[in-house]
């Protein structure tokens, strides 16, 4: 396996050696993993004198401060064609949503989500590396190219964001080991951390307390709800880009098992995040309703009254715990 992947790293190099005009994407929402990759790619191919375009779905504001960031393109601008098409984080090229990619000699997939399909010409998959940008870490090291300051950064970025600032439990000791090089090549901790995590309106603070007020607790504190129903949304015009993170505080408070977030953002249409503490299967819960995820956080979307959906995940998820009890 390992000796697989580092011949891989040396067939994209090749591949990077031979061709001349690369388009690079990444999955839609992107997160912090995928800007910061597909940053990182590009700018290493830009010093290598190739013609890079880079595409992406809207960008979080909180990545502006990344340089180079105004370069990357929306995705309707997709030219027609490339020599070499490279996606990033992406564990199936459903998740790009593009209609239709550029024509391309090489189709490069370059990812660390264990349900990747191996759809490339090229596949560079590594389910164990914390992040995408990791993959390029190990790909910059492979060819013994410099990083420089900027390089750095977005590499920080990416890592730092999918590692939940190196508290998850990818958060492995290569990634320091990785982190440690980039500090040393010019990325600061406090400033990236400040930008990406210090960084939230006084709107969304406001939009928080709204939430946080909506907590409930079921069985002494092991089942924790909140909750933005259509009407409050409506009222004051909340975006879904608005209430993320809000789960963090939540999954912070101890004893509980559980906690979920319900919001409608259409009239009877109710999005749930379930997260576990660790000792509960959330995916369980969610697949019963097409929903998928990870064992200890999940989603689906029910179509049903706000306070019907509601009961349906709370008595599912109370069942559960009681049923993890019983066998314990
Ligand atoms: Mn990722």
């Not at 349900?115 to 389910?127: A, L, R, S």
């Not at 190196?166 to 901790?189: C, M, Q, R, W």
């Not at 408070?253 to 959330?282: C, P, Q, T, W, Y």
Request: glycine residues 6%; charged residues 30%.
């Amino acid at each position: 396996m390992k000796n697989d992947f580092n011949e891989n790293l040396s067939i994209l190099n090749k591949t990077i050696e031979k061709n001349r005009t690369f388009v690079i994407l990444s999955h839609t929402k992107p997160d912090g993993d995928a800007v910061g990759s597909e940053l990182a790619l590009c700018k290493h191919l830009k010093g290598r004198k190739k013609k890079v375009e880079c595409f992406s779905d809207d960008i979080p504001k909180i990545y502006s401060f990344l340089d180079g960031i105004r370069k990357i393109k929306p995705l309707d601008n997709l030219p027609g064609e490339c020599d070499i098409c490279i996606i990033l984080d992406s564990s199936n090229l459903e998740r790009c949503a593009v209609e239709k990619l550029p024509n391309y000699n090489i189709l490069v997939n370059i990812d660390h989500h264990r349900d990747n399909t191996y759809f490339g010409d090229i596949n560079i998959i590594d389910p164990s590396a914390a992040s995408t940008a990791n993959i390029l870490f190990r790909f910059f090291k492979h060819i013994k190219t410099d990083l420089n300051k900027s390089i750095a950064e977005s590499l920080y970025a990416a890592i730092i964001t999918d590692t939940g600032r190196f508290s998850y439990a990818n958060t492995d000791l290569e990634t320091f080991l990785i982190v440690a090089d980039l500090v040393k090549h010019g990325a600061s901790p406090q400033k990236i951390t400040d930008k990406i995590y210090k960084n939230y309106s006084l709107r969304n603070a406001f939009i928080y307390s709204k939430v946080l007020s909506s907590l409930r607790s079921y069985n002494e504190g092991e089942l924790l709800t909140i909750e933005l129903p259509f009407e409050v949304i409506k009222r004051e015009g909340i975006q879904s880009h608005e209430t993320e993170g809000f789960m963090d505080y939540i999954q912070g408070i101890e004893g509980h098992e559980i906690a979920l977030f319900f919001k409608e953002f259409e009239k009877d249409v109710v999005r749930i995040s379930l997260r576990s503490k660790g000792r509960i299967d959330v995916q369980e819960i969610a697949s019963q309703h097409n929903g998928g995820g990870h064992k200890f956080a999940a989603g689906c979307t029910i179509n049903n009254d706000f306070e019907q959906a509601k009961k349906i995940i709370i008595n599912e998820s109370l069942k559960k715990i009681r049923k993890s009890q019983d066998f314990s």
